[in-house]
């Protein structure tokens, strides 16, 4: 039969632009999650994390939204470079063992 | 710290033959993943250990799957005998404690089963 790749959503921004890559998590139990990215050949990369007890979180660039009552996530990149293109994952600390589990993943592609 | 440390890279073998792929974890780390990356599927968890005891085994996929940790710092994962839907990147993870940590990921091995 047909097989069905995995089709990535895919974020294009121009250099310097802000970039929004959103995540819905499946738990509602889980209580930490880990943005990731991931360039051409490598593993994934931690990039910032939020607890629950949070709504917003800021890093170097990066700030992560939580909104656990639609139990959605967020990563802002600000002056996006084309550095940053990557696939961004979220990850989510599931379960009694608190294993990350990934969601499917964005493609961000930034244009100089 | 060098970073979790797989190997090999790429892995090319034919459909049948056995295939090891190797880990070293950070030091230190006690907890070590096995996940494997397709177009398809994602990153999916296949097996992790604790204090290098399988924990939860339930993402293998068969029976031709199996994971060992001989000691804190080594792991393996081996398929036997290897099939052309096996081709993946295979990553291997470590992460220092339970909770409100982050996993370290390896670079991955490429296996591709002709």
């Known amino acids: 039969g047909e097989s069905v790749g995995l089709h990535l959503p895919t974020l294009s921004v121009q250099e310097g632009d802000n970039s929004i890559i959103n995540c819905a998590y499946s738990?509602?139990?889980?209580?930490?999650f880990i943005w990731y990215k991931q360039e051409s050949g490598k593993g994934p990369q931690f990039i910032i994390d939020i607890r629950s007890n949070m709504d917003k979180r800021q890093g170097q660039r990066v700030t992560v939204l939580l909104n656990k009552t639609v139990k959605h996530l967020s990563l802002q990149i600000a002056a996006t470079q084309p550095g940053d293109s990557a696939v961004y994952f979220c990850?989510?600390?599931?379960?009694?063992?608190?294993?990350?589990?990934f969601g499917r993943g964005t493609s961000l592609i930034v244009h100089p | 710290d060098a970073g979790v440390i797989q190997s090999p890279r790429h892995e090319v073998t034919e459909m049948g033959q056995e295939v090891t792929l190797r880990c070293k974890p950070i030091?230190?780390?006690?907890?070590l993943f096995w996940y494997r990356q397709t177009m398809m599927r994602g990153l999916e968890l296949l097996i992790y250990f604790n204090n290098n005891v399988p924990i939860d085994d339930s993402g293998m996929p068969e029976d031709r799957f199996s994971a060992k940790m001989p000691n804190a710092s080594f792991s393996t994962l081996k398929i036997q005998p290897s099939e052309p839907r096996d081709s993946a990147v295979y990553f291997c993870?470590?992460?220092?404690?339970?909770?409100?940590?982050?996993?370290?990921f390896g670079q991955g091995t490429r296996l591709t089963v002709v």
């Open positions: 990850a989510e600390n599931a379960g009694g063992s608190y294993i990350p589990t």
């Open positions: 993870a470590s992460r220092r404690g339970l909770l409100n940590t982050e996993a370290f």
């Open positions: 738990n509602s139990a889980s209580d930490y």
């Open positions: 030091s230190g780390h006690d907890y």
